[in-house]
């Protein structure tokens, strides 16, 4: 299975709250496209890590990413949309086991737990349970979240897809002959090819 996850109705809410969160990494930065601002709770009880967001009107999603997390191997997410902040009228997965596997330690964090549902529901109000209480930080960190109704193509893309980093920065030369450097961030890559389509997803 395939799917490709845009647009993050995270970056479009119209509230992301958590009360048990630091005031310098807020649960609202979940949010921001730099995985370095982090939002951090200030101890690892489950009340203190629980996120609810307020969409502002009712949107579709189907998926939830946790992305560059310290979630532990017996942390557990939870993801219940509602008519109501905190509720799950709409839907509720249950705790999920955040990994099936040993997570896989990165660049200072682990990655990528999901959650995705057999469909997308639509509400305003989502909240995102997380429960590690035995998480050797006493802290949850999660460097940036997902939420979404992705893409699903008939067929999946060509076998090769391609992970890899893309380097901004630059160095210029002066009229003098120094070296000017531009040092800019190096944003992660994905490469992909679909050899078939359906018409209707070749006009999407």
């Known amino acids: 299975m395939f799917l490709l996850g845009f ?7 119209a509230a992301i709250t958590g009360t048990g969160f630091e005031a310098s990494a807020p649960a609202s930065n979940i949010a ?3 995985f370095s601002q982090s939002a951090r709770s200030v101890d690892a009880v489950a009340s203190n890590t629980i996120i609810d967001i307020d969409h502002g009107s009712a949107v579709a999603a189907r998926a939830l990413v946790l992305t560059r997390t310290n979630l532990s191997a017996a942390a557990t997410v939870r993801l219940r949309r509602g008519t109501s902040n905190g509720g799950s009228e709409v ?3 249950g705790a999920i086991a955040a990994w099936r596997f040993t997570p896989w330690r990165y660049d200072g964090g682990v990655w990528d737990a999901q959650i995705i549902q057999a469909a997308a529901t639509t509400a305003r109000y989502t909240r995102i349970e997380i429960v590690d209480e035995a998480n050797p930080d006493d802290y949850i960190e999660i460097g940036g979240a997902f939420l979404c109704d992705p893409w699903q193509p008939t067929y999946d893309p060509d076998f090769g897809l391609k992970s890899g980093h893309k380097p901004l920065s630059t160095v210029a030369l002066a009229d003098d002959g120094a070296d000017w450097p531009t040092r800019r961030s190096t944003p992660r ?3 992909f090819n679909f050899s078939v389509l359906t018409l209707a997803e070749g006009d999407f």
């Open 189 to 191: 890559t994905d490469a």
């Open 32 to 34: 921001t496209r730099v």
């Open 91 to 93: 839907s509720d997965t």
């Open 7 to 13: 647009v993050n109705l995270l970056e479009t809410a």
